[in-house]
């Protein structure tokens, strides 16, 4: 079975370029989340879906970053326009309901110059 | 406010002996713990979880142990092999399913 899939794996932008991430889960999970992770930190919640519907955005900086999963499977995480401090590695995550045991993708490193 | 804490950022052991990582909460909301495990250049990947009604959970060198008073959890790794090393995070969730991690301990097992 194959596991979560990300892309690009990595990417370098300058500042105030827009930058775009895609995730395609395991199949048959309906629950999707974005995390956030900075060097020498554990990763930090951006967003969660259950199927279609956001239903934790709570920590998605709304005013550069956006995120949308179409038909309850791919999602794309935006970000327009990237700063410095957005470099990071974005990961994406996905379980079968909310048992806690989140699968992962490799993640995307973004490097913004 | 960091809600999952693991206080050492790094861990040395000798291969076959035992590995001790450690992790601290402050909510009491808290039902279910995680430990996930990272390589380099890879994403984490569950390792083993515990649920608040427990106090243990073994699977085979793994076992994690649950202090509720303490607020306190720890993964035993018995015997260490240098293939467990790894970063090393603990993660928690409330009963309203947002999972929170810990910064992560980095352990090396020297052959």
Not at chain 2, 14 to 22: A, F, P
Request: hydrophobic fraction near 35%.
């Amino acid at each position: 079975e194959a596991g979560v899939v990300q892309s690009p794996r990595y990417k370098i932008i300058e500042k105030k370029q827009p930058v775009a991430f895609w995730c395609n889960p395991i199949s048959g999970h309906n629950t999707l989340y974005w995390y956030l992770q900075n060097l020498g930190q554990g990763p930090e919640l951006l967003i969660r879906y259950e199927n279609e519907e956001a239903v934790d955005d709570s920590q998605l900086p709304k005013d550069r970053f956006s995120a949308e999963r179409l038909k309850g499977v791919d999602s794309t995480l935006k970000i327009q326009p990237a700063e410095l401090g957005d470099s990071a590695v974005y990961l994406c995550a996905s379980s079968f309901g909310s048992t806690g045991e989140l699968f992962f993708g490799e993640g995307s490193r973004l490097t913004v110059l | 406010d960091q809600q999952v804490k693991q206080n050492s950022p790094s861990l040395s052991v000798q291969e076959g002996r035992i590995s001790i990582l450690n992790c601290d909460y402050t909510n009491s909301m808290f039902d279910y713990f995680l430990w996930y495990k990272k390589y380099p250049a890879e994403g984490p990947t569950f390792l083993i979880s515990i649920s608040s009604i427990k106090d243990k959970n073994e699977d085979g060198r793994f076992t994690v142990f649950l202090n509720k008073s303490a607020k306190h959890l720890s993964l035993h790794i018995v015997p260490s092999q240098p293939g467990d090393s790894a970063v090393y995070f603990c993660a928690a969730r409330p009963s309203y399913d947002k999972v929170i991690f810990g910064p992560g301990t980095s352990l090396s097992v020297i052959p």
